[in-house]
């Protein structure tokens, strides 16, 4: 179904409590108020993030009160046993616990305090007020005067007025200020960051003020930094060079892991990370920070620096640190390398280097599977429920010790013969010995802990019944130099039960359909409230430019001269591109 025409958009005709030209936007259980001019930042395209969120917090609320003596009741959820044994060493009796349920301000002492730095109209903020139970206090800031009084009237408009408090500061100092005024006992369980664009700007605050133990949930949408745009911007935001590769929505997920890590052990904090996600055009990480000397001193073991081969896509990982056991003590080291020579042992070119990133495992399984389990008994919670419970059950199905992964067809375009069938490929790595899973992040990717080498003896194997004619292939191109090698190891095609994975056999969306035109990030907010259509037409004017071919030099008007921009054009009117658009640009910049 289009999410926009999933939402519910209600004029002030039928809404009371409106102002002339506003409109609802419906979400989950919040009713939001937004003005006519969209002077404040919504994507509905994201409402799976919303969703998930909500669903994560859930759990995380459900843990961490548990210990408390504090159940929670979640609607449409049939009671789940949660056990809490007595601490007394003689104790077996189960103690009573205290009910928490939504809409409902937790009034003991353990209650969750929340944070949403970035909050634009609230409408996150509302829906946790009004689907997460336990907790205690919101607070929704932002730093925009008409969000923030927006966040207050919607607080209002649904009756969580009690629970969320809203507020205008920078988030840069935001989680800092509270944390100074009401010392280390007052520090948010939760802190949700989701700006537009990169988030470095307020890690260093939030694994600060997050509480011990507490739940860091940020987003980054500048995938084009992560993925290897520019590496040079990444490296200066993250501490970490991106490279432009088919593993590229994975690696973006372990470079912010990465930088959170670094930024919380400044502080003798560490990370771990419970769910990770790449979904659309943005990655999604759920974190717990906890604080530790001792393990602070192992973060070097969990970092590495990355060779890629730009002719193959063979990869290989570096540990930046190690450790080794001393009897009752740790002793830890540099690490020693390079793990590779100067150039590919398989194609002969030359190696990029990227990273560090984070080579740990990216999620916690039993959280994961507590997430899934109260989702898929729950459908009737959130709308995106179905795609929830399809990207989860990957996540469960992927190797956890196997840091990122290959992409079938790139490798098969690589020596130019035909893709083998995902089911055959994956049962000739089972029939070798080694293990493989699918990647929630790539609907063709390849995880698996067999080395390069086994691979392209896979292909090559399977190039010989399909076979590529040779004659047209550069002596010194990957194909041609991987093809020339014969197969240390002779696969088998032969399809293996275990090689379909129960994701895929119960046909669950995994990798949705793109869900309406232009579904990207939109524009973004103005300093003063607003939002900036420039970029919104432009994406517009060249959509599917590639897929519609210029046939005609005439279609050529309909499209800047760059020359023109820079000044150097000396065509004239006789240029057979425009320079009206230019002029038209220049003077709404001006205006």
Same mark, same amino acid.
């Given at each position: 179904?289009?999410?926009?025409?999933?939402?519910?958009?209600?004029?002030?005709?039928?809404?009371?409590?409106?102002?002339?030209?506003?409109?609802?936007?419906?979400?989950?259980?919040?009713?939001?108020?937004?003005?006519?001019?969209?002077?404040?930042?919504?994507?509905?395209?994201?409402?799976?993030?919303?969703?998930?969120?909500?669903?994560?917090?859930?759990?995380?609320?459900?843990?961490?009160?548990?210990?408390?003596?504090?159940?929670?009741?979640?609607?449409?959820?049939?009671?789940?046993?949660?056990?809490?044994?007595?601490?007394?060493?003689?104790?077996?009796?189960?103690?009573?616990?205290?009910?928490?349920?939504?809409?409902?301000?937790?009034?003991?002492?353990?209650?969750?305090?929340?944070?949403?730095?970035?909050?634009?109209?609230?409408?996150?903020?509302?829906?946790?007020?009004?689907?997460?139970?336990?907790?205690?206090?919101?607070?929704?800031?932002?730093?925009?005067?008409?969000?923030?009084?927006?966040?207050?009237?919607?607080?209002?408009?649904?009756?969580?007025?009690?629970?969320?408090?809203?507020?205008?500061?920078?988030?840069?100092?935001?989680?800092?200020?509270?944390?100074?005024?009401?010392?280390? $006992?007052? +520090? %948010?369980?939760?802190?949700?960051?989701?700006?537009?664009?990169?988030? #470095?700007?307020?890690?260093? !605050? @939030? &694994?600060?003020?997050?509480?011990?133990?507490?739940?860091?949930?940020?987003?980054?949408?500048?995938?084009?930094?992560?993925?290897?745009?520019?590496?040079?911007?990444?490296?200066?935001?993250?501490?970490?060079?991106?490279? $432009?590769? +088919? %593993?590229?929505?994975?690696?973006?997920?372990?470079?912010?892991?990465? #930088?959170?890590?670094?930024? !919380? @052990? &400044?502080?003798?904090?560490?990370?771990?990370?419970?769910?990770?996600?790449?979904?659309?055009?943005?990655?999604?990480?759920?974190?717990?920070?906890?604080?530790?000397?001792?393990?602070?001193?192992?973060?070097?073991?969990?970092?590495?620096?990355?060779?890629?081969?730009?002719?193959?896509?063979?990869?290989?990982?570096?540990?930046?640190?190690?450790?080794?056991?001393?009897?009752?003590?740790?002793?830890?080291?540099?690490?020693?390398?390079?793990?590779?020579?100067?150039?590919?042992?398989?194609?002969?070119?030359?190696?990029?280097?990227?990273?560090?990133?984070?080579?740990?495992?990216?999620?916690?399984?039993?959280?994961?599977?507590?997430?899934?389990?109260?989702?898929?008994?729950?459908?009737?919670?959130?709308?995106?429920?179905?795609?929830?419970?399809?990207?989860?059950?990957?996540?469960?199905?992927?190797?956890?010790?196997?840091?990122?992964?290959?992409?079938?067809?790139?490798?098969?375009?690589?020596?130019?013969?035909?893709?083998?069938?995902?089911?055959?490929?994956?049962?000739?790595?089972?029939?070798?010995?080694?293990?493989?899973?699918?990647?929630?992040?790539?609907?063709?990717?390849?995880?698996?802990?067999?080395?390069?080498?086994?691979?392209?003896?896979?292909?090559?194997?399977?190039?010989?019944?399909?076979?590529?004619?040779?004659?047209?292939?550069?002596?010194?191109?990957?194909?041609?130099?991987?093809?020339?090698?014969?197969?240390?190891?002779?696969?088998?095609?032969?399809?293996?039960?275990?090689?379909?994975?129960?994701?895929?056999?119960?046909?669950?969306?995994?990798?949705?359909?793109?869900?309406?035109?232009?579904?990207?990030?939109?524009?973004?907010?103005?300093?003063?409230?607003?939002?900036?259509?420039?970029?919104?037409?432009?994406?517009?004017?060249?959509?599917?430019?590639?897929?519609?071919?210029?046939?005609?030099?005439?279609?050529?008007?309909?499209?800047?001269?760059?020359?023109?921009?820079?000044?150097?054009?000396?065509?004239?009117?006789?240029?057979?591109?425009?320079?009206?658009?230019?002029?038209?640009?220049?003077?709404?910049?001006?205006?």
């Amino acid at each position: 179904m289009n999410l926009l025409s999933a939402l519910t958009v209600t004029t002030s005709s039928t809404e009371p409590g409106l102002l002339p030209g506003e409109t609802v936007v419906r979400e989950g259980k919040a009713a939001i108020l937004f003005p006519s001019a969209n002077e404040v930042f919504y994507n509905p395209v994201q409402e799976f993030n919303r969703d998930l969120t909500c669903a994560v917090i859930t759990e995380f609320a459900r843990e961490q009160l548990a210990q408390r003596g504090i159940r929670i009741l979640v609607p449409g959820e049939k009671d789940r046993v949660v056990v809490r044994l007595s601490e007394e060493k003689n104790g077996t009796e189960d103690q009573e616990f205290i009910t928490a349920s939504v809409g409902e301000r937790c009034e003991v002492c353990q209650g969750l305090r929340v944070l949403e730095g970035l909050a634009a109209s609230g409408l996150r903020s509302v829906r946790f007020a009004l689907e997460v139970p336990g907790l205690k206090s919101i607070t929704a800031n932002d730093y925009s005067a008409k969000a923030a009084a927006l966040i207050s009237r919607n607080a209002q408009h649904n009756n969580v007025s009690h629970i969320l408090q809203a507020s205008q500061r920078d988030a840069r100092s935001e989680h800092k200020l509270h944390c100074l005024a009401r010392g280390k $006992k007052e +520090r %948010y369980d939760v802190i949700d960051l989701d700006p537009y664009g990169s988030p #470095s700007p307020f890690l260093d !605050a @939030a &694994v600060q003020a997050v509480s011990e133990g507490g739940l860091l949930c940020i987003t980054c949408t500048d995938m084009a930094v992560m993925a290897g745009n520019s590496g040079e911007t990444c490296y200066s935001k993250y501490g970490s060079m991106s490279i $432009k590769s +088919r %593993y590229c929505h994975e690696m973006a997920l372990r470079i912010i892991l990465h #930088s959170l890590d670094q930024r !919380a @052990a &400044v502080y003798q904090r560490y990370i771990e990370p419970l769910l990770s996600v790449s979904v659309d055009f943005y990655i999604r990480v759920f974190v717990r920070v906890k604080t530790g000397q001792a393990v602070v001193k192992n973060s070097a073991s969990k970092h590495a620096l990355l060779y890629n081969c730009v002719g193959c896509g063979a990869f290989h990982l570096q540990r930046m640190g190690k450790k080794m056991s001393q009897g009752k003590h740790m002793k830890y080291s540099a690490a020693t390398g390079p793990p590779v020579g100067p150039n590919c042992e398989h194609c002969r070119q030359r190696h990029q280097l990227g990273g560090p990133i984070w080579a740990e495992p990216i999620h916690d399984m039993k959280f994961v599977q507590k997430v899934l389990g109260a989702v898929s008994v729950n459908p009737t919670r959130f709308r995106t429920s179905k795609r929830i419970e399809g990207v989860l059950s990957m996540v469960t199905e992927e190797l956890q010790d196997v840091p990122l992964y290959y992409v079938l067809d790139h490798l098969s375009s690589t020596v130019h013969c035909n893709t083998p069938p995902m089911l055959q490929f994956r049962s000739a790595l089972l029939h070798a010995g080694y293990r493989v899973s699918l990647s929630h992040a790539c609907k063709n990717a390849v995880k698996t802990d067999a080395p390069a080498g086994v691979l392209w003896d896979i292909i090559r194997c399977w190039e010989k019944s399909n076979p590529v004619k040779r004659e047209r292939l550069s002596e010194t191109s990957p194909a041609h130099r991987i093809l020339s090698a014969e197969p240390a190891l002779q696969a088998c095609f032969e399809i293996r039960e275990d090689a379909n994975p129960q994701s895929r056999k119960r046909h669950l969306t995994r990798f949705q359909e793109n869900p309406q035109a232009n579904w990207g990030p939109k524009a973004r907010a103005k300093a003063g409230g607003g939002i900036s259509s420039e970029l919104e037409d432009k994406r517009k004017q060249f959509q599917g430019k590639r897929k519609k071919p210029i046939t005609d030099s005439s279609q050529l008007k309909s499209l800047p001269c760059k020359k023109f921009r820079k000044g150097t054009c000396t065509y004239g009117d006789k240029c057979c591109y425009s320079h009206e658009l230019e002029q038209e640009t220049n003077e709404k910049k001006m205006d």
